[in-house]
């Protein structure tokens, strides 16, 4: 039998492959998981739809000041389209903090040291497979 992620050949009862350590059931990589309590998306969605229907009162706004006139309507009509913009400013905060969160789980992982038996991850100075007890 093959292993379908390196193509090294292993023995027909393995469960695990011998040489990348991943199991011979797995069909897919196991995905980083997020930072906990992560509701990333949900608050970015939110930002932008609020970023932008605010703009968009802002000049839905300003179209009666043209007609009108007056300095002190300027400043009325600014005012939602700037909160607009702050809001689109705060999401873009939120998702490039998230994305340096997931950069650094990523570097966390890639340097821990997969069990060739069982898969699971260990610290780059073990010695043995914390799960599994195996040798590394």
Sequence with gaps: MKCKHCDAELPDEAKFCLSC?????MLVLEPVKPPSGSDTDTRAV????FGIF?????????MPVLLIGGSHLW???AL???VGAS???IRYYVLHSYAHKVENLREE?????RCRYCGSLNAQAARKCESCGATL
């Design 21 to 25: 350590g991943r199991s011979v059931d």
């Design 46 to 49: 939110i930002l932008l739809a």
């Design 54 to 62: 605010t703009m968009m009162i802002g000049v839905m706004m300003i």
């Design 75 to 77: 400043l009325l009509a």
């Design 80 to 82: 939602p389209f700037a």
């Design 87 to 89: 809001l689109l400013a």
């Design 109 to 113: 992982v890639s340097a821990k040291i």
